[in-house]
């Protein structure tokens, strides 16, 4: 397992974490309720939305004394590490968090960093979470079609091409999404996957090299905003 995080602006801007966490990353998540009090009735509660999922996790930077394979991967100067997140942190820069094997594949930024020095050997603590970055988008009423018609005005009709736009099914990928997911949602079965990723390889292939791979390694690296053609 590896964690790699990227700016979703500037790709060439990364950061693979050092070492892995301390114990579990934790993902949390829960639902609003908005609470009215009924006369007689007592209080009811109606949910009104989902939260935005959260990830955190503890662990270390260590020293150039521990730079072995045994804790680190490729070691980093722990102060490099802390002034790169501490930047992305207090700039609010959205990411792109990846953790290989972990299932988590979303855009984030960074809600809380804390660190500290510990022993004599340059090693440092740290606590990190992030929250999922959800891009709000504000539509006039015209754009939404919302208003009254003016009198007199005939409604256009739809053309045929319209009509056959509608017929194709495209789907856009969404974090946390995997071909497997994808494929036992629109032909019934995860293991038809193949069949997604070969429909639209030339997409995926291009969406990894944006976000620096050199490979999607078969369609095992998606990601979110991907228009993928589920019609096969």
């Known amino acids: 397992m590896d964690i790699y995080l990227k700016e979703k602006?500037?790709?060439k801007s990364s950061f693979r974490f050092?070492?892995?966490?301390?114990?579990?990353?934790?993902?949390?998540?829960?639902?609003?309720?908005?609470?009215?009090?009924?006369?007689?009735?007592?209080?009811?509660?109606?949910?009104?939305?989902?939260?935005a999922l959260q990830v955190k996790w503890d662990?270390?930077?260590?020293?150039?004394?521990?730079?072995?394979?045994?804790?680190?991967?490729?070691?980093?100067?722990?102060?490099t590490c802390i002034k790169k997140l501490k930047s992305w942190m207090e700039k609010c820069t959205?990411?792109?968090?990846?953790v290989s094997g972990g299932g988590i594949n979303c855009d984030v930024t960074i809600k809380s960093f804390k660190y500290k020095a510990f022993g004599g050997a340059g090693d440092y603590s740290?606590?990190?979470?992030?929250?999922?970055?959800?891009?709000l988008k504000v539509y006039t009423t015209k754009e939404l079609g919302i208003g009254k018609s003016k009198k007199g005005t005939k409604k256009k009709k739809k053309s045929r091409t319209s009509a056959k736009k509608k017929t194709k099914k495209t789907y856009k990928v969404k974090p946390r999404?995997?071909?497997?997911k994808i494929a036992k949602k629109y032909c019934g079965s995860g293991t038809k996957w193949p069949k997604i990723y070969n429909a639209n390889k030339s997409t995926i292939e291009k969406a990894a090299k944006r976000h620096g791979r050199k490979s999607s390694s078969k369609g095992h690296w998606i990601y979110p905003g991907t228009v993928l053609n589920v019609a096969v």
């Open 59 to 79: 662990g270390f930077f260590w020293g150039k004394s521990h730079n072995n394979g045994a804790l680190n991967r490729q070691w980093i100067e722990p102060e």
């Open 126 to 135: 740290y606590s990190i979470t992030f929250v999922e970055y959800r891009e």
């Open 9 to 11: 602006k500037n790709t």
């Open 18 to 51: 050092p070492s892995l966490p301390d114990k579990d990353i934790e993902l949390n998540t829960s639902m609003n309720y908005q609470e009215y009090d009924i006369l007689k009735k007592g209080t009811y509660a109606f949910p009104s939305g989902k939260d």
């Open 94 to 98: 959205v990411l792109n968090l990846v």
């Open 177 to 180: 999404d995997t071909l497997w």
